[in-house]
């Protein structure tokens, strides 16, 4: 079991309103990211991080920030949620693991936040 | 186009059951292919993983192929148990970048039936 940490679980809020979702992990890995998942669909990379103070966009254009002050933590914000915005948000970290001679990244995801915005 | 195709979409199988399932991929260059389960409401969890190098792997009733002249896998379950009941996801990470971008399937979703 993989020690990231995604709150809240499940979130119902207005259009309009500004939102954090929180994602923490204590492996100390260097590499986290955020996907966006609709059902019965693909992740899509929303944003990544390589480590503190380094963000970047990722493949799916997002109207979402993200920050990373700590290694533990990689914070997506919100400011103005519309419905649109109804997903799946997973946070996943990384770390490099050889197989087979080969370096590899394993990514270890977080349960998951359910947004739905009304 | 990077790709990755699974199938079927989904598939009902009754319990103690063998069942077995699809990915083709398109992505070039290769690095890595895993094998993730999603539970419902949960994150995936890496189930295998195979370089280019290797043809199989297991992991307890879960036997993942590798053939990457035809840019297929496949993932075997054998004695399906109801926990088994989940999505079954395939992700292929290519060599492009440090980051070693990755590409995933839509999932197969799997019931399995008492």
């Known amino acids: 079991e993989a020690d990231i940490y995604q709150t809240p679980r499940y979130l119902v809020i207005g259009t309009g309103k500004k939102i954090t979702l929180e994602c923490s992990q204590t492996m100390g890995h260097d590499k986290m990211y955020w996907y966006q998942q609709d059902p019965g669909m693909e992740l899509h990379l929303i944003h990544y991080s390589y480590g503190v103070n380094s963000t970047e966009k990722g493949d799916l254009s997002s109207e979402s920030t993200v920050s990373r002050i700590r290694t533990e933590h990689f914070p997506l914000t919100l400011e103005s949620a519309r419905p649109s915005h109804t997903s799946q948000y997973l946070c996943?970290?990384?770390?490099?693991?050889?197989?087979?001679?080969?370096?590899?990244?394993?990514?270890?995801f977080g349960p998951g936040t359910r947004l739905t915005v009304l | 186009k990077n790709q990755v195709e699974q199938s079927p979409q989904s598939l009902i199988i009754l319990e103690g059951k063998n069942c077995t399932l699809q990915c083709n991929y398109t992505v070039s260059p290769f690095s890595n292919l895993r094998w993730y389960k999603q539970d419902t409401g949960r994150g995936p969890v890496s189930l295998t993983i195979?370089?280019?190098?290797?043809n199989t792997k297991s992991n307890g009733r879960y036997t993942a192929t590798l053939d990457a002249d035809t840019k297929q896998s496949s993932l075997h379950i054998t004695a399906s148990q109801l926990s088994d009941s989940a999505s079954y996801i395939c992700?292929?990470?290519?060599?492009?970048?440090?980051?070693?971008?990755?590409?995933f399937g839509r999932g197969t979703q799997l019931t399995v039936w008492p």
């Open positions: 996943a970290s990384s770390v490099n693991t050889g197989t087979s001679g080969v370096l590899t990244d394993t990514q270890y």
């Open positions: 992700v292929v990470s290519d060599r492009g970048s440090t980051l070693g971008r990755l590409y």
């Open positions: 195979m370089t280019f190098s290797e």
